[in-house]
């Protein structure tokens, strides 16, 4: 990959290659400012020539794809994507439940709220916010490394009803599906024609059933409910290996719209704060990738976005950088279940003991190398042994052994120390 390059008084430059920093850095004619990505700043004045750059942006609800290209000479300069957390908005509900049930044990510590729960203008929930910062954040890493770039921005528009009914129109948006009927348990009824789904057996008295129960993040609207009658509703017939647990386990999904909605907050938050950059969306992109010849993935994606007519391939980087964001903090009040392996749980056990930092020289999230694999630290145990997982979440282990860990002793030094970000170049 291309290293980046700053003057020496702070503007951006046409990045490099790898040799050429090399020399530079080697003559004293530049200093090492950012590993990730590889930046380096001149000591010495320069020409300062430019060409024109194009920043192409691949946004999404998890995945972003980034890429810069030349038109003058059909260059793609880098190419990568971004990976977000998608286990925040299950951890905070993990804590409202605890915190909820402290509240009902009339604790001293924990009062119950009340009237508090006013939200500033333009709030959005701590994840989804997550995913804008975080997007934004990378977006303007990239601008402030090249020499002023043509920002172009892939951004999604969603009609999640038109979606579900591809005939709405008109009035069909204020009425909804379960317009002129009672309430949502009897259009639940009338839509499965008032059938079991499980027995089909009909003329009996019908129970509504989640399909994602709540306390899995369902909902009770009509989409994640079904009929079902008394006997196959019983409590026995949840239970695993009972004929509705199987039927739940073989069922066709229910089709969730939570990507399409994250992706129209997104570019709303876009449009406000890039309000120069030019706006496509993906009926344009996906036939120039196809015009190029590249396969889909978030980083190609990117680079038809960025709308170079060919890609010349003796002069292009092949590499690709991959940023993955990591959870390396633990805030748990405590831990409900038990860990794997153990038969209590574990509410006894010391705060520090649980949520290990560091041990012997190591810290969490550390780029390392083990069994020649570039990998990361994902949590230690024992005394003396750690968790080791790529950039793709594979574990990296032994595959002589049946178990996971490795000893500290079998890894390489830490190449790296990392915040809450990994990074690798493929």
């Given amino acids: 990959m291309l290293v980046f390059v700053i003057n020496k008084h702070g503007e951006p430059l046409m990045p490099c290659k ?17 590993r990730q990505p590889f930046t380096i700043q001149l000591i010495y004045g320069s020409s300062g020539y430019t060409q024109d750059v194009t920043l192409g942006i691949d946004t999404g609800a998890t995945h972003v794809g980034i890429a810069a290209t030349t038109n003058d000479n059909h260059t793609v300069l880098f190419k990568g994507e971004v990976e977000f957390r998608t286990d ?43 995913r804008v910062n975080h997007t934004i954040q990378k977006i303007d890493l990239f601008k402030s490394l090249l020499p002023n770039p043509k920002l172009i921005i892939e951004a999604g528009h969603f009609d999640m009803y038109r979606m579900q009914y591809p005939d709405a129109e008109g009035l069909d948006y204020q009425k909804g599906p379960e317009y002129g009927y009672y309430n949502t348990r009897h259009y639940v009824f009338t839509r499965d024609n008032y059938t079991c789904q499980l027995c089909k057996v009909k003329n009996q008295i019908f129970y509504t059933h989640h399909l994602v129960y709540k306390s899995h993040g369902g909902t009770d609207r009509a989409s994640n409910l079904i009929t079902l009658c008394g006997k196959c509703h019983s409590s026995d017939n949840h239970k695993p290996g009972m004929p509705l647990y199987q039927w739940m386990l073989n069922r066709k999904k229910v089709r969730n719209y939570k990507a399409p909605t994250i992706m129209n907050i997104i570019r709303r938050r876009l449009f ?88 012997k020289g190591f810290n969490l999230n550390d780029t390392i190398f083990a069994f020649g694999e570039r990998g990361f630290i994902s949590g230690f145990t024992g005394t003396s042994s750690c968790y080791v997982k790529s950039i793709s979440g594979q574990y990296i282990y032994d595959k002589s052994k049946n178990y996971k860990q490795i000893s500290l002793s079998k890894l390489s030094p830490p190449l790296r120390h990392n915040n809450n970000w990994q990074y690798q170049i493929t």
């Fill in 88 to 130: 925040i908005k299950s951890l905070l509900d993990t804590r409202r439940s605890y915190r909820m049930s402290r509240r009902s044990r009339k604790t001293r510590y924990r009062q119950p709220r009340f009237l508090n729960r006013k939200r500033k203008d333009g709030w959005l929930p701590p994840s989804l916010q997550n």
């Fill in 272 to 359: 406000t704060y890039y309000p120069d950059a030019d706006f496509v969306y993906g009926s344009s992109t996906k036939p120039h990738r196809k015009q190029l010849g590249l396969a889909k993935s978030h980083a190609n994606d990117a680079i038809a976005i960025t709308r170079i007519p060919r890609i010349d391939g003796n002069k292009s980087d092949t590499h690709q950088f991959k940023f993955k964001q990591f959870r390396k903090k633990k805030r748990s009040l405590h831990e409900a279940t038990a860990r794997k392996g153990r038969t209590v749980k574990n509410a006894t056990s010391r705060r520090n003991a649980k949520n290990t930092k560091s041990l």
């Fill in 18 to 34: 790898p040799q050429k920093a090399r020399k530079l850095l080697k003559q004293q004619k530049a200093k090492i400012i950012k």
